[in-house]
């Protein structure tokens, strides 16, 4: 149940009155073959529980081994957030039973994590840059999954639940930041640029696919109100496993209004977690938060400790690939482009796609185009966030390529785009299936260029009189009787001969 519009308060009011602080929790799916305690593989998608063996559904008497590559794309992620790296960490076991957690807990990181005490400096939306501390990145495994049958796919109301244990044991990297404060009524939006300078970034050291869609990539949002000029922070909600960029915005600004017209009623904020709901961006009350005594947290004795060499740990910080941030400034010279135009691909979250594009053949001018308004409107519209769109680069560049050759029109390049979203295939295909080239065939175009003469006998004196400019009508008239299938150029050449 999502509250009323009368138990938010107007986001202005709410910061007038206080101050909002915040806290990221970012959950990162590692793209590593195995899982991160056994040698079960990690593919996304797999027919259920096909992906599982006796240590990750942990049957007694079996023992985990932690995976080194897990660890190492750990270490990176901790370097590039200039963090400190442990030279002996230990994993723990975090004590809970969930049904998607078939040992009872969780091997996790608790006092000792891998990486701790870095930051990642973010650009808002108007380049102001801001950095976020962070508090501490740790290794754990993945949950499986719960699939509620009947109802509305929650758990309430279902008639039964089952168990996809593929998920379980899937090597995490969690990353947290220290409270966020003073961010004020920008609060929304550096959650966002955080989350989005994270995800960029953790694409750069190739250590996940980072589709939020996928759940590989799950953001929870912590956030409460402190009455301004307190000395202390307010009790604090956490917002769970938020789906795209644009949610986590929505859900911080909901959650802000939400606390402040409980705090102004004289109310006070329950610490739990809470449920965003994508339809009308709200957010519902879930569990009552636990805190980290009711978890009997206690070293895994089942594991040695993590202990990297010292020689090791710099192989990798000097082997770490370009970051997102000094890569985009060497773009941004190569291209010659305005701040403000950089500043335009980022909001969009289009930098890497345009590069990529350009990359695979097309002009960045081009690819710059497509990136930020057609292909920017269809992420709008399907509400999901541009890289997650389904068409990749190599395709985008495959239909610039059509229109540089005269083969589609950027009107027929649209549809084609359309149709590879749809799923029907690449841009060849669609092509070929929607019968969208342009037509080449003069003797087709010149029998659509007579009809439309014919039934214009006035413009057709004008054009004789010199009025060439009037032969837009008929050049419009056989586009649209070839479905936007000639080349207008074309088009006109034959309509200037045949007046001629
Ligand atoms: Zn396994």
């Known amino acids: 149940m999502s509250a009323p519009t009368s138990e938010l308060m107007e986001f202005d009011d709410v910061i007038a009155a206080y101050d909002p602080v915040l806290g990221m929790e970012v959950h990162v799916e ?9 040698g079960c593989p990690t593919a996304f998608g797999a027919e259920p529980n096909t992906q599982v063996c006796p240590v990750c559904i942990g049957l007694p008497g079996s023992l985990p081994v932690a995976n080194a590559a897990a660890i190492e794309s750990a270490i990176r992620v901790g370097l590039a ?43 808002l939306a108007d380049g102001t840059p801001w950095r976020v501390e962070i508090e501490r990145a740790h ?55 955080y ?16 589709r939020m869609d996928q759940g590989s990539l799950r953001c929870d949002a912590n956030v409460s109100l402190m009455p301004k000029g307190a000395a202390e922070f307010g009790t604090r909600t ?57 978890y009997r947290y206690f070293p895994e004795p089942d594991l040695p400790p993590v202990s990297p060499d010292p020689a090791w740990i710099e192989e990798l910080r000097t082997t770490l690939p370009e970051l997102p941030w000094v890569r985009r400034a060497r773009i941004q010279q190569e291209w010659g ?38 292909l920017a409107q269809q992420a709008n519209s399907r509400t999901v966030d541009l890289a997650d769109l389904a068409i990749t680069p190599v395709q985008v560049a495959r239909i610039i390529s059509l229109v540089d050759e005269g083969k589609l029109t950027n009107k027929l390049a649209q549809q084609v785009v359309t ?53 837009g009508k008929i050049v419009g008239d056989v586009m ?13 050449e034959l309509v200037l001969a045949a007046c001629g």
């Open 30 to 38: 590692l793209g590593t073959a195995t899982k991160m305690f056994c």
């Open 81 to 123: 957030l200039n963090c400190s790296i442990r030279p002996s960490s230990i994993f723990a076991r975090k004590n809970y039973f969930y049904p998607d957690q078939p040992k009872n807990y969780q091997i996790s990181q608790y006092d000792e994590p891998i990486a701790f005490d870095g930051h990642l400096d973010v650009i």
């Open 139 to 193: 290794m754990e495994e993945d949950t499986g999954k719960s699939l509620h049958i009947g109802g509305t796919g929650r758990i309430h109301g279902a008639s039964h639940s089952l168990l996809d244990y593929n998920r379980a044991g899937v090597p995490l990297v969690e990353i947290v930041t220290r409270p966020i404060t003073g961010a004020g009524e920008r609060a929304p939006e550096v959650a966002r640029a």
């Open 195 to 210: 989350v989005s300078a994270l995800r960029d970034l953790l694409k750069a050291l190739e250590v996940s696919d980072v």
């Open 238 to 294: 956490e917002t769970k496993n938020v789906n795209s960029l644009k949610s986590v915005e929505i859900a911080v600004r909901y959650e802000m209004r939400r606390q402040g017209a409980v705090l102004r009623d004289g109310g006070e904020v329950v610490q739990e977690t809470r449920h965003f709901q994508e339809g009308d961006g709200s957010t519902s009350a879930g569990r009552r938060k636990e805190t980290a005594e009711d």
């Open 337 to 374: 482009v305005s701040d403000e135009v950089m500043r335009d691909l980022v909001n969009v979250g289009a930098v890497d796609l345009v590069i990529a594009t350009a990359d695979a053949g097309a002009s960045p001018e081009a690819a710059r185009g497509w990136w930020v308004s057609f």
């Open 419 to 471: 149709g590879v979203l749809d799923g029907e295939g690449d841009p060849d295909e669609v092509v070929a299936a929607r019968g969208l080239e342009v037509v080449r065939d003069d003797s087709a175009l010149q029998q659509a260029v007579d009809v439309a003469l014919a039934a214009n006998p006035d413009i057709v004196e004008k054009i004789r009189g010199g009025k060439l400019a009037a032969a």
């Open 480 to 492: 649209k009787a070839t479905r936007g299938q000639a080349d207008p150029a074309r088009v006109k």
